[in-house]
């Protein structure tokens, strides 16, 4: 936890995002444009979330296994990380969408209620809803064992429930979201052109490892909190 | 009044649906008081204890199922092209509501608020699989669509796995 290689790593990948994904050159593509660049911040959001999601439910099932309060912190924050990223990865996808779904011949806003009732944002939104259950869960038990273990057992179960509502739902569904025919920019054939691909990767990895370091932070600040309540 | 056409009666019933089964369901953990849990807790393992309720409330639920649709048809009309295929999905659906609403009123019971929590967990867990119930029968209710088995084989493999998941955590709920 407290090895700080990965935290440098996480900076230069995402200064490396910023500037190489800004100027870099990028296919210009009927309808997308330079919007395009948004790839590296509007899907990396939703790489973090789920790798962050699956870390959450991975600390969940480890305190089911030892009971141990500091597994079901870890799994707390890392949801709430998670989150998080959910909300910035909508944000960016507003304001993709606002430049290649809106009608341009009318305010962006005037849209909203046929962009937003694409499958594939509410299969995002049912899984960001689930998991402001697991905290109002959490917060609705008083006592700190039971707390832990019946949000646990929520969390492992949410989880299962999560993969219908974003990566099967979608799919069956008709949808303006690309990401139909398969798993769109991990396409090896004929998908994103390669120096995008160069730096896509990285900027996934960067941005999980920044949600990363988030999280060790306030798991630190809690696990002390914790301390000096039982001390 | 007239009778609503058949994609709003298709809506209508779902959502009415949705809204029995957690009537229905949610009673099942809370009724018991402590003391009859406690009995049951000294007779039967927990995952026995546990699918028990599963079963009860499927057959609930499936009775239930039957209920509203033949109430539906006496006021509301009957738009069904092929009733036999839509009393499936109903069956089926009233299945997978049961299912899920049968652990997470395990869960709810747990936490004391039950009928606010039940309602706050339920929602979001339960629109897809009530999505996919929806344009399902909504085949039912045109000629030429076919109802696509693969979707069925789906919902059926999540109520597995919804019961798998259920035998494998209520041990954990379960004792006090």
Redesign the interface.
Known sequence: MYKSWWKIASVALLIYTFTAGLLLDVPRLPALQETIRNLYFHVCMWFAMMILFTVSVVNAIRYLRTFNIKYDIYARQFAVVAIVFGLLGYLTGAIWASYTWADPNKPAINSFSTIARDPKLIGAAIALLVYFAYLILRDSIQDMDKKARISAVYNIFAYAMLFPAIWILPRILPSLHPGNEGNPALDVKNDISGNMRMIFYPAVIGWTLLGVWITTLKIRLSLLKEKGMLS | MDEPESRVWNGLFWVIQLFICINAVAKSFMQESKGRMLYFYSIASPSDFVLAKLLFNSLLMLVMSLLSLFLFTLFLGNPMQKAGQFIGLVLLGGWSLSL?FT?LAA?AA????NAA?MA??G???I???L??LM?LSNAAFAPLLIISTS?VL?LIA?DI??VL?AVI?FP??WK?
């Open positions: 899920v652990f869960i747990k936490a004391q608020q929590i706050v967990l929602f979001p867990i629109i897809p699989q999505l996919l344009k979707t789906l999540l796995m919804v998941l955590l954990f709920l006090d």
